[in-house]
């Protein structure tokens, strides 16, 4: 497998343990994707000028802020290199919200990586708010370090409805990528993939369903998801494939499944009804509660395994 040329694996560093453990993550991905490592840190500049001696005005904390910034990318690089010598790392401080300057790297980087909270989040939420901005409005992937990555664990992927046919309807070319990428780094890493579909009754019409023959729906399910992996399976023969098939849980599964794995896909939206929104419900259930590292993936940012 050719890596892309020149690609970059960004991190963004805020001081936090968080994000000093999504350092870590990135660093180790580098190396796997053979890649170089971008550590940025942002400064919000603040325009209030505070009562008081010129001093300790606004330049004073511009000044500040990226002094801290520097020490942060400091701590962050050293944490790069203990667990990845030899890495190539490079590093900046920009201007602007969290989120505004990752959005920016990652117009530029094969995948972003954030922890799960950072310095100025409340400790009771499981998630904080640049994660969930980030994840949903980056160019490119985005990882979410949470949890604990298992090195030998499969990559758990959530395949959406439909047998690959049906991409203009809105659940093909965000899952396709989605599955691209979890194939891609199942082949990276010698692992299995475990591709989980839910599927349920609620789209049915509810006069039929006291009828309905349940063992045979899961059976044309099961077959459905098949014809779905079948032509990725094509293009890595050497991933083992565990096909699993579910009446509705999405979330619950890919939950459950996260416990051991190391790694979790999803796209960031599902075939729900609302399907205007930037994050859907089963990608904020598993950000919220998987118990392993989750990507991202976003239907503009692409995979770099392409289709098959």
Same mark, same amino acid.
């Given at each position: 497998?050719?890596?892309?040329?020149?690609a970059?694996?960004?991190?963004g560093v805020?001081?936090?343990?968080?994000?000093l453990e999504?350092?870590?993550?990135a660093?180790?991905?580098?190396?796997?994707?053979?890649?170089?490592?971008r550590?940025?840190?942002?400064?919000?500049w603040t325009t209030?000028?505070?009562v008081?001696?010129?001093a300790?005005?606004q330049e004073y904390q511009r000044?500040?802020?990226?002094?801290?910034?520097e020490e942060h990318?400091e701590?962050a690089?050293?944490?790069?290199r203990a667990?990845?010598p030899?890495l190539?790392?490079?590093?900046?401080v920009?201007?602007? /919200?969290?989120p505004?300057v990752?959005?920016?790297?990652?117009?530029?980087?094969?995948l *972003?990586?954030?922890?799960?909270?950072?310095?100025?989040g409340f400790?009771g939420?499981?998630?904080g708010?640049?994660a969930?901005a980030?994840a949903?409005?980056?160019?490119? =992937?985005?990882?979410?370090?949470?949890?604990?990555?298992? =090195?030998?664990?499969?990559? *758990?992927v959530g395949?959406d409805?439909?047998d690959?046919?049906d991409?203009? /309807?809105?659940?093909?070319s965000?899952?396709?990528?989605?599955?691209?990428?979890?194939?891609e780094e199942?082949?990276?890493?010698?692992?299995? #993939?475990v591709a989980v579909h839910?599927w349920?009754?609620?789209?049915?019409?509810?006069?039929?369903?006291?009828l309905l023959d349940?063992?045979?729906v899961q059976a /044309?399910?099961e077959k459905a998801?098949?014809?779905?992996?079948?032509?990725w399976? *094509?293009?890595?023969?050497?991933v /083992?494939?565990?096909?699993v098939?579910?009446?509705d849980g999405?979330?619950?599964? #890919?939950?459950a499944?996260?416990a051991?794995?190391g790694?979790?896909?999803?796209?960031s939206r599902g075939?729900?009804?609302v399907?205007g929104?930037?994050?859907?419900?089963?990608?904020?259930?598993? #950000?919220?509660?998987?118990?392993?590292?989750v990507?991202?993936?976003?239907?503009e940012?692409?995979a770099a395994?392409?289709?098959?």
């Amino acid at each position: 497998m050719t890596e892309q040329l020149g690609a970059v694996v960004v991190a963004g560093v805020d001081g936090s343990d968080a994000a000093l453990e999504a350092t870590r993550w990135a660093a180790a991905e580098a190396v796997r994707r053979a890649a170089r490592l971008r550590l940025a840190a942002a400064v919000g500049w603040t325009t209030f000028r505070p009562v008081g001696l010129p001093a300790l005005g606004q330049e004073y904390q511009r000044q500040a802020g990226a002094r801290a910034a520097e020490e942060h990318l400091e701590a962050a690089a050293e944490a790069a290199r203990a667990r990845a010598p030899g890495l190539e790392i490079e590093r900046g401080v920009r201007g602007g /919200e969290a989120p505004v300057v990752l959005r920016t790297e990652s117009e530029r980087a094969a995948l *972003v990586v954030v922890g799960t909270r950072g310095r100025g989040g409340f400790t009771g939420l499981l998630l904080g708010s640049v994660a969930i901005a980030v994840a949903t409005t980056a160019a490119c =992937p985005v990882v979410v370090v949470r949890g604990t990555s298992a =090195p030998t664990g499969p990559v *758990v992927v959530g395949v959406d409805g439909g047998d690959g046919e049906d991409a203009d /309807e809105g659940g093909g070319s965000e899952n396709d990528a989605a599955l691209g990428l979890a194939f891609e780094e199942a082949a990276r890493r010698s692992v299995p #993939l475990v591709a989980v579909h839910a599927w349920s009754e609620a789209v049915l019409d509810p006069f039929l369903v006291p009828l309905l023959d349940r063992s045979a729906v899961q059976a /044309e399910q099961e077959k459905a998801l098949e014809r779905r992996l079948a032509g990725w399976s *094509v293009k890595y023969p050497g991933v /083992e494939v565990r096909a699993v098939s579910v009446v509705d849980g999405a979330a619950r599964e #890919l939950v459950a499944r996260s416990a051991g794995a190391g790694l979790l896909v999803v796209g960031s939206r599902g075939r729900g009804p609302v399907t205007g929104a930037l994050l859907g419900s089963v990608s904020q259930a598993v #950000l919220h509660h998987a118990a392993c590292p989750v990507v991202v993936v976003r239907p503009e940012a692409g995979a770099a395994g392409g289709s098959p």
